[in-house]
């Protein structure tokens, strides 16, 4: 095979990110639940270190494979059948329906979900919001202690009242 020729198994992955994430590197690697696209786009552009398209490591392959329910053996030798991605192909009217402003992590705070956002990212959404009331019930602990604290502060002041009063 020539070096500037991409390998069957990336012209497999190409297939995919074509198909079903009308081309986008990014959204497919959204997706898989990768924060960097660059394990993906790397099988793309030629490796100025050796002149040759880089093949993409089983890791790789493993993640495509169990994420997308696509046999591990059709993306390795092309045998068997691909199905097409019917979980989620919600990336594909992402301007109209989601606002990604980086692809790493922060992005999910400035989202916005549907009902075809994929579960990935819905979980993910979840954890942060989880740890943000966690942390918030916190606080509301702490400022339920200081609203005691100054109860009986002004119980003990209208004790004081009371028995000056009295006297």
């Not at 959204?27 to 924060?35: N, R, S, V």
């Not at 660059?38 to 790789?60: A, C, M, T, W």
């Not at 994929?118 to 606080?139: D, T, Y």
Request: hydrophobic residues 35%; positive net charge; charged residues 30%.
């Amino acid at each position: 095979m020539s070096s500037n020729v991409l390998s069957p198994v990336s012209q497999r992955i190409r297939e995919i990110i074509d198909a079903d994430f009308r081309g986008s590197v990014r959204k497919f690697c959204l997706y898989l639940g990768l924060t960097d696209s660059q394990k993906i786009n790397r099988l793309f552009h030629i490796d100025s270190r050796n002149g040759k398209y880089p093949n993409p490591s089983y890791e790789v392959l493993k993640l495509i494979s169990t994420r997308l329910d696509i046999p591990l053996e059709w993306l390795t030798e092309g045998r068997g059948e691909r199905k097409p991605i019917v979980a989620d192909n919600s990336y594909r009217t992402e301007p109209e329906r989601r606002q990604v402003s980086d692809v790493d992590r922060p992005y999910i705070a400035k989202q916005t979900v549907d009902e075809q956002t994929p579960i990935s990212i819905l979980l993910e959404i979840i954890a942060q919001q989880n740890k943000q009331m966690a942390a918030m019930q916190g606080q509301i602990l702490e400022s339920q202690k200081q609203i005691n604290k100054a109860l009986q502060k002004i119980d003990q002041l209208t004790e004081i009242i009371e028995k000056v009063a009295v006297k």
